[in-house]
């Protein structure tokens, strides 16, 4: 794959939850996802922060979803689950994830980084060629290397 200078991303849950909560990762996270032309993500991204803003007991705050593109298959992501298992096993959302950009990048030809914070996800998405972001002491790393850093101005 190859990416424009300024690549649209795939983000989960885990990433935008981090900016929500205001945990230690989050505003290195905020930063990252305002240098992409475009986020995408399936509904279960919407799952996920429900869920996760249920459990911590607060209102939940729809504005994380404004600006998300969602990725809505139209077909089964039979064949997408199964190349993400080559790469590793993942549990279900992790895989519905992934194998949901898989689809994206498949059907619109739109090249994506995959933004996550966890880690077996981002191996798996690394494994299938995505871009990611890592956070690192000090910032983000973007791999591969031959594209410039997370935090860099010119993504």
């Known amino acids: 794959m190859t990416y424009p200078s300024r690549p649209a991303a795939y983000v989960d849950g ?3 939850l981090a900016v929500a909560f ?20 399936s509904n279960l991204l ?3 922060l429900r ?11 729809p504005q994380w ?7 809505l298959p139209t077909r089964p992501l039979g064949p997408e689950i199964a190349d993400a ?5 993942l549990r279900s959302g992790d ?28 191996e798996v998405a690394a ?8 956070p690192r002491r000090g910032g983000w790393s973007f791999a591969p290397a031959h594209l410039p850093a997370c935090g860099s101005s010119s993504i």
Do not use: M
């Not at 205001?22 to 993500?41: D, I, N």
């Not at 869920?51 to 705050?61: G, K, L």
């Not at 995959?114 to 996800?121: E, G, I, P």
């Open 14 to 16: 885990s990433a935008l």
């Open 22 to 41: 205001g945990e230690p990762s989050g505003p290195g996270v905020a930063r990252r996802l305002s240098e992409f032309t475009a986020l995408y993500s």
């Open 46 to 48: 919407e799952a996920e």
């Open 51 to 61: 869920a996760a803003y249920n459990r911590e007991r607060r209102e939940f705050d």
């Open 65 to 71: 979803l404004y600006g998300v593109e969602w990725v």
């Open 85 to 89: 298992l080559q790469v590793r096993y």
């Open 95 to 122: 895989l519905l994830h992934i194998a949901t950009a898989l689809y994206h990048v498949r059907t619109s030809g739109i090249e994506l980084a995959f933004v996550t914070l966890d880690n077996n996800q981002r």
């Open 127 to 134: 494994g299938l060629g995505f871009p990611t972001c890592k």
